[in-house]
């Protein structure tokens, strides 16, 4: 996983493909503001609900693939 900045300047965490190949046979997700990964999230989640930093920012893996939130 590697940071990133948004168009707004706040710095993100993306996670890269092998990683999501592993959430998705998982059932993981990501969360993009602290780079946990979330058990027990569908694959096209989206804003949800992160455990360690709770902010809406977990995404499925196939959600964060069709955003190109990935390297």
Known sequence: MKQYK???GVVQW???VEELEDMDSHNEGFCLHC???VPG???DAHK???E???LNK???ASEL???GLCY
Do not use: H
């Open 14 to 16: 993306m996670p890269s």
């Open 65 to 67: 693939a069709l955003m």
């Open 48 to 50: 949800d609900k992160c």
């Open 58 to 60: 977990v995404y499925g």
């Open 6 to 8: 948004t168009r707004a």
């Open 35 to 37: 780079g946990e990964t």
């Open 41 to 43: 999230v569908e694959p």
């Open 52 to 54: 360690a930093c709770e």
